[in-house]
């Protein structure tokens, strides 16, 4: 069930602000993050997500600005906030030389949760993520799908009310990805408060009820996914690829400006966005132009991120 805050939010962050000597990891953001919603940190590589998330879990302190977290300060009350947090880091920290259900039982312990109890929930825990059969198998025979779920059930044994998730599917193939995703969805309809970071696109748009983008340690850009594809993007966008030379596409560029919306050259294929993609392609034929192949698909929040940070690699 969501907490009752009263109307407050679970986390308020103002002018929030990491430094490492003189390497800025935050650069003074401020977002609120409300009980019974799922929020998300979105950005690439160095952003700023995990820097930030580890400030919440009072992992590590605060430099500048004000942070709130179930309605207590990290430098006063660190004790109390993470006995109300239930973290799911982004590398798994399990201890892989004892049995399933006894990761759980043991991480109870550091909740003074009774053993009948510990055990009570364990075994729920164990059904909820889809683990009952493997309780009594030792954790390194587990997949990596496996060991991430045995990590969100661990992370639920305190009742939290605050769920952090740092990169929750990072390393997992696709099936043990949607697995993840359903047992979180879950959790968010029973009222379940969630903070996730993630640089998967889909991941936001399927989990998130609000989002912020980060960039260089700030905050770009905040709002629901369909909220931020509206503003940053169109509603379809058409890729086209031509036949020849890739060094011909700006030239075809400059004949398809008008168009649509908005036209972006890549390396293997021109992008348009525009509001009615068949009839964006219907132009493209009247031009004559070598077209190759062409696909129209509804805006993503893939579209959103890339025209904020950049197509360019982060390292």
């Not at 907490?3 to 308020?12: A, D, F, K, V």
């Not at 989990?207 to 980060?214: K, N, S």
């Not at 398809?256 to 964006?280: F, H």
Request: glycine letters at 8%; charged letters at 25%.
């Amino acid at each position: 069930m969501p907490l009752s805050t009263n109307g407050n939010p679970l986390i308020h962050a103002r002018g929030l602000t990491k430094r490492f000597d003189q390497f800025t990891a935050v650069d003074g953001i401020d977002f609120d993050v409300h009980a019974g919603e799922a929020f998300g940190f979105l950005g690439p590589n160095g952003a700023g997500k995990t820097s930030t998330m580890r400030m919440i879990g009072c992992a590590s302190p605060v430099t500048a600005g004000e942070l709130e977290v179930l309605g207590m300060s990290p430098r006063t009350h660190a004790s109390r906030i993470k006995a109300r947090l239930g973290v799911v880091p982004q590398m798994d920290n399990l201890d892989s030389e004892i049995t399933v259900r006894e990761n759980l039982l043991m991480y109870a312990r550091y909740f003074d949760i009774s053993s009948d109890t510990a055990k009570r929930k364990a075994g729920e825990l164990l059904e909820f993520v889809e683990l009952s059969e493997r309780g009594e198998a030792q954790v390194e025979s587990l997949s990596g799908g496996m060991r991430r779920r045995l990590t969100i059930a661990r992370a639920l044994i305190n009742d939290p009310d605050l769920i952090l998730l740092d990169e929750p599917t990072t390393g997992l193939d696709p099936q043990a990805r949607h697995v993840v995703w359903d047992r979180l969805y879950q959790l968010k309809r029973r009222g379940a408060t969630l903070l996730l970071t993630t640089h998967y696109m889909d991941e936001a748009e399927r989990l998130c009820d609000r989002l912020v983008v980060m960039d260089k340690a700030k905050i770009v850009a905040e709002g629901s996914p369909r909220a931020l594809i509206e503003h940053y993007s169109t509603r379809e966008v058409l890729e086209l690829r031509f036949a020849g030379e890739t060094s011909a596409l700006a030239n075809i560029v400059a004949l398809l400006i008008g168009v649509a919306e908005r036209v972006e050259e890549l390396p293997d294929r021109i992008q348009l966005y525009t509001t009615d993609g068949e009839r964006a392609l219907q132009q493209v034929h009247a031009l004559g132009l070598p077209l190759e192949s062409a696909v129209v698909r509804r805006s993503t929040l893939e579209d959103v991120f890339l025209r904020i940070t950049g197509r360019g690699l982060v390292e």
